[in-house]
Structures are given as structure tokens and as C-alpha cells.
């Protein structure tokens, strides 16, 4: 859920989760966020929602700061940090669940979320595995039957452009074959239909698909060379997959823009014959060069989407193309593009089946550097387990034990995000915490060296919070410092009540010199006092009716711990996320959900033995 996290300043790891209207401001001398007007001093709102907020400055630019510069209207983007005044917040729409397709690499190695290959990358988007182009024309966002102004990066088609291109004859699109048999009537051509057909439909591979239909082609019309470009959805570009020259090799037929961007436009096919003839034309200059006499080009379409071209030139006058042939490759692209339809089907289900399984393996390693053993204490014992959304959760909680000495380490930590992505910056934070816990005792010390690591080797918009908490059996207490997480929840048996503390600090990864805002603090737990922490998957569970657990306090999650606090730390992680259960009643789990529970006994407990566990679980 969208929301402000304080990072610096009074209010450091406060979070206002944010609706369509947000006023910013201050209230008794303190930083706040309202969904009314009622702050007695504003200095801006933030609107929008779901999926797009901007913030307003109702004052001067100088006065509210987004990521360094000052603004009086800005979009907000997930990770952007925010200055007014003496607090710095980060947004964090959650919404890197649009882009977790892929994961690139920025400086230095840094993880974080970006898109797949570009223009000069390896590999097709629609087709992965086919090669890329050498040369590629540029498409704005299109949909068929639109005005051309946004096609191949030229404004408009002109009337007098068309008129150049000499076009002689278009073939209009249809719905059917039916219809494109009746308008050609030479059996000769009816068999080759039927026989390309025959062959298109049974191929799944598209290298020879686009092979054997470049083979009908050549043998069917009179083409010197021809060229199939296909549709690049992701970067909105027409990009040359497949060509063929009569003399041999992959010439490429140089492509008349205008042509292209007509054949787009109308979904018609179009002939244009006599290029060199005709001075008015004005094709590409190396088409006439390269001596093309005419052209045919044709779309591939299926139902409202064009999934590209077929583009064919001849440089012999008495092999130019005639009415026949722009009827004939038509009636071909027609059934080219439900071939190509059929390919992208199969490859996209065998994908999903490849990335299917690669996820389910990524997932059970992650599930193996779960913490596998409890840690050995004579007065707390300590429990855990996590429920991921997807298959890669970006929740993490883990146990440090320290030879056993009865001194460890308890961390949880949320990464921004969801899926692949988060799972992938939470494994490197857990590479991070391990070995730092070994090295060095104190948590405050731990979070600000662990956010040096991940400022470093993460993107702007990848951040995590975290709780990270020392025992030691010989101080009796607990020692801890917060990066920005959920509220630390004390159960105090003498009272059977609980009490809510703020874990304070800043997300890791947000700011790069953050030392000074991690403070550490003491936490004493009484004979029977237990204690809860959990990710922000518990109070944001939602239930069938679209209602969040804990949306506007942290009551419920606090009658929880009060209702079970009484019984071990396993029961009462158990009794937790079982009530949890019921709540949500069969809705989709929207985030990982995470829950450590500690108690300390009132008697008679015994140490787990070396190599107890689980520790905790995927669920």
C-alpha cells in the first residue's frame, strides 16, 4: 500500500500510508500527514491513487525538496525521497510488482529492478532466443486504426507522401480466408495456399517457421529480396527478424517509411510499382539506389494487434509485382500471422513452465537459508516462520546463534517489493547480517554498517526495514536498533497487556550516510513477558471484503498478542497467524507475511538441544 516513511528528523521511522487526498504539514510542532484539512499548519498534499500520485507544494519550491530539487507539482515515483523541513521521507508505492519481470544490473553491480534487453540487446521480446536486428524502425505507442502521428517518429503521413510512393493498389485486410479465396481465382495460387497452410500450421518453432515462409514467398512471387520485421511490444519498435535475397544470403530490403507507416495504419496491403520511373517518388534514397522497382508490403495481424510485416522488393521491371501478388501474399500473411500467434502461444506456456520451475527451485533455496536451528538460551526461547505471497518473498527473519554461549541475534527485515526481485535483495542482505553479527556485537553498529553495503550494490528505489536485537544470558537483556520497521509488540504478563514500541531509525539502502540516525536501545523481558515482531504483511492482510487487519492503529494486532501472550513462543506465533487466517478468509495473499515471537518462561525451562528445529518455515 502506498505510503510516507520518515527516514530523518523527530518522527524518524514513523510510515503515513497514504489515500486519494494527503495533506502534509504540521501539527503541534510536529511533521504530519492528514487525510483532511485539519493540520494547523500545510505546506502540501499529496493525490492520486491507486497507481499514480503527485505531490503539490502550497508554498515556495525551496520549501518541499523532491530528491534534492525543489518543486511546486512533482509525480511521485516509488523510492523518491522527500525534504520539508527537518524530515526527510521516502516514498514507497510497493508497486515494483509492474517491473519484476526483470532484473538488471546497474554500477558496480548493483541489483534492482529495470527492463529487459533493449534495442541492442540479445534476444527478441516477443519471441526470446530469436536474434536481435541489425537495424530496427522506431514505433510510438500504437494500436491499429489509430492517427499515424506517433508511427516510425515522424508526425503525420501527408497526403502528398502517399501520392509519391506511387501507391498503385491495396489489398484491404480481412476477417477471414473465405474472403480472400473469392478474390483470387488462379488455381494454381489456391494450391499454394493450401499448401503453405499445411506446412505453417504444424511448424511451432519460429526459425523454421519464418524459414519455410520466406521459401513460399520466394517460390510464389516474383521477390528479389524480402525482409519479415516483427513487433517489439516493449519497445514499441518494428524489428527485422528474418530475410532473404533470390542471389543468396540476408540482404535486407531497405524499407520505405511512409509505406510502413500507411500499412500500419490501415492494415491494408499495399503495391507500389515503377520506383525508379516515377521522380515523384520519395522513398527511402537507398531503395532507389539499390535499384527496386516496386514493393509489396503486408501486415501480420490476429484480431486487433499487428504482430508485424512482410516487406518485398523486386529491382526487374518485368518482374515487378501485380494485383495478383498483393492478393496472393495478403491471403499469406494472413495465415503467417496465426502461425506466429500459434509459436508465440506455445513459447510463452513453455516459458511460463521453464520460469514456473526455475522460480520453484529459487524458492526452495530460499527456504533452506531460513534459520534452521533455534538458538540456545537458559532463559528465552524464540520462534519463527514466514508466508510467502509468491514464490520469492522479500520478508526475511533470521537467527545469529554465537557458540553457544547463550548470545545471539534476532533480525527481520522487509525489502520494498515483491517477488523475484525483492527475494534476490533479501539474499543479499542476509550475506550481509551473518557475517557482521559475527564481527560485531552491537545492532546499532550492525544496521549502519549494513546500510553502507546495500546503499552500494542497490538501485534508488530498492530499500528495506529491518529490527535487528541482541540476547546475551549473562545481561539478562535485550539489546536493539531499528531501520524504519513495524512497531515492536511487548506482552507483559503481570499486566496481560501490551505495549507498543516504535522501532525508530531508517530503511536501509535510502540514505547512504545514515549512522547517526540508528539508536540503540534496552529491552528487559520479566518471567512470562513474551514479545512479537512481524512485517507489515500482518497488518495489512486483507480480507474478502478489501478491509486491512490493523488499517488504522495497531489495536488488533495487540489483542492478539494479549489474548495468547500467555503461552509459549511456538503457540503463540501459532494462535497469531491462525487467527490471521480467519480474517482473511480465502482472499488472495497480497504480501509476505512474517512473524519472530520470544518469550521468557516463568519456570522450568530447558535450552533446546543442538540442531532443534525447525527454527521456522515457509508456510
Request: glycine share 10%; charged share 25%.
Amino acid at each position: 500500500m502506498p505510503r510516507l516513511i520518515v527516514i530523518e528528523g523527530p518522527r524518524s521511522g514513523d510510515s503515513f500510508r497514504l489515500g486519494p487526498e494527503n495533506f502534509l504539514g504540521y501539527q503541534d510542532g510536529a511533521f504530519a500527514v492528514s487525510p483532511r484539512q485539519d493540520l494547523r499548519q500545510v505546506v502540501g498534499y499529496i493525490r492520486g491513487g491507486p497507481d499514480r500520485f503527485e505531490l503539490r507544494n502550497a508554498g515556495p519550491p525551496e520549501r518541499i525538496l523532491v530528491n534534492g530539487e525543489g518543486v511546486r507539482q512533482s509525480p511521485l515515483q516509488h523510492g523518491d525521497l522527500i525534504s520539508i523541513a527537518d524530515a526527510l521521507l521516502i516514498f514507497d508505492s510497493d508497486d515494483s510488482e509492474a517491473s519484476e519481470g526483470s532484473v538488471g544490473h546497474g554500477a558496480a553491480g548493483a541489483v534492482g529492478y529495470g527492463p529487459g534487453p533493449g534495442p541492442s540487446g540479445p534476444g527478441h521480446p516477443m519471441f526470446p532466443g530469436v536474434p536481435g536486428p541489425q537495424d530496427s524502425l522506431r514505433i510510438g505507442s500504437f494500436r491499429p486504426g489509430e492517427a499515424s502521428d506517433m508511427l516510425l517518429g515522424t508526425v503525420s503521413i501527408r497526403r502528398e507522401d502517399l501520392q509519391r510512393e506511387n501507391i498503385n493498389y491495396r489489398q484491404k485486410h480481412y476477417e477471414d480466408h473465405d474472403a480472400v479465396l473469392h478474390e483470387i481465382q488462379d488455381a494454381k495460387r489456391i494450391r499454394t495456399l493450401f499448401q503453405a497452410s499445411a506446412k505453417l500450421s504444424t511448424i511451432l518453432d519460429l526459425d523454421r517457421l519464418l524459414a519455410e515462409l520466406l521459401d513460399v514467398i520466394f517460390e510464389a512471387l516474383p521477390a528479389d529480396r524480402g525482409s519479415i520485421l516483427l513487433f517489439d511490444e516493449h519497445n514499441r519498435r518494428l524489428r527485422t527478424v528474418a530475410s532473404r535475397s533470390r542471389r543468396g544470403g540476408d540482404d535486407k530490403v531497405k524499407i520505405s517509411k511512409t509505406i510502413v507507416k500507411e500499412v500500419l495504419r490501415t492494415k491494408d496491403t499495399l503495391l507500389t510499382t515503377d520506383a525508379q520511373a516515377d521522380e515523384r517518388l520519395d522513398m527511402a534514397r537507398s531503395i532507389v539506389d539499390e535499384g527496386i522497382k516496386s514493393a509489396l508490403c503486408a501486415p501480420l495481424v490476429r484480431g486487433d494487434r499487428i504482430l508485424g510485416i512482410i516487406f518485398l522488393g523486386t529491382s526487374e521491371s518485368l518482374r515487378a509485382f501485380a494485383r495478383d501478388d498483393c492478393d496472393l501474399l495478403t491471403a499469406l500473411a494472413m495465415q503467417a500471422a496465426m502461425a506466429l500467434e500459434n509459436a508465440r502461444l506455445i513459447k510463452e506456456m513453455g516459458d511460463r513452465e521453464r520460469m514456473r520451475h526455475e522460480l520453484n527451485l529459487a524458492s526452495m533455496i530460499q527456504k533452506q537459508l531460513l534459520p534452521k536451528r533455534l538458538p540456545r538460551s537458559r532463559f528465552i526461547e524464540v520462534y519463527g516462520k514466514m508466508i510467502p505471497a509468491k514464490e520469492m518473498s522479500g520478508d526475511y527473519f533470521d537467527f545469529m546463534d554465537h557458540e553457544g554461549d547463550g548470545s545471539f541475534h534476532i533480525c527481520i527485515g522487509d525489502v520494498s517489493g515483491k517477488g523475484l526481485p525483492a527475494g534476490l535483495v533479501m539474499i543479499m542482505a542476509r550475506s550481509y547480517f551473518r557475517p557482521l553479527t559475527k564481527a560485531i556485537r552491537s545492532p546499532r553498529q550492525i544496521l549502519a554498517e549494513a546500510n553502507h553495503l546495500l546503499h552500494a550494490d542497490t538501485r534508488r528505489d530498492v530499500f528495506m526495514s529491518a529490527l535487528l536485537l541482541h540476547w546475551s544470558d549473562d545481561e539478562g537483556r535485550f539489546t536493539w536498533s531499528g531501520a524504519g520497521h513495524e512497531h515492536l509488540i511487548v506482552y507483559r504478563a503481570r499486566t496481560r497487556r501490551t505495549e507498543a514500541i516504535k522501532a525508530g531509525g531508517c530503511v536501509l539502502a535510502a540514505v547512504r550516510d545514515a549512522d547517526s540516525i540508528f539508536q540503540e536501545h534496552e529491552l528487559v523481558l520479566e518471567p512470562g513477558d513474551a514479545l512479537v515482531l512481524y512485517t507489515d504483511g500482518v497488518t495489512e492482510a486483507k480480507n474478502p471484503a478489501g478491509e486491512f487487519f490493523a488499517q488504522d492503529s495497531l489495536a488488533p494486532v495487540q489483542r492478539l498478542v494479549e489474548l495468547y501472550g500467555h503461552l509459549s513462543a511456538k503457540d503463540l506465533l501459532e494462535a497469531v497467524l491462525w487467527e490471521l487466517k480467519q480474517f482473511i478468509n480465502g482472499a488472495e495473499q497480497a504480501d509476505d507475511i512474517t512473524v519472530v515471537t520470544v518469550k521468557r518462561p516463568t519456570s522450568g525451562f530447558v535450552a533446546p538441544a543442538a540442531g532443534a528445529g525447525p527454527a521456522g518455515g515457509a508456510a
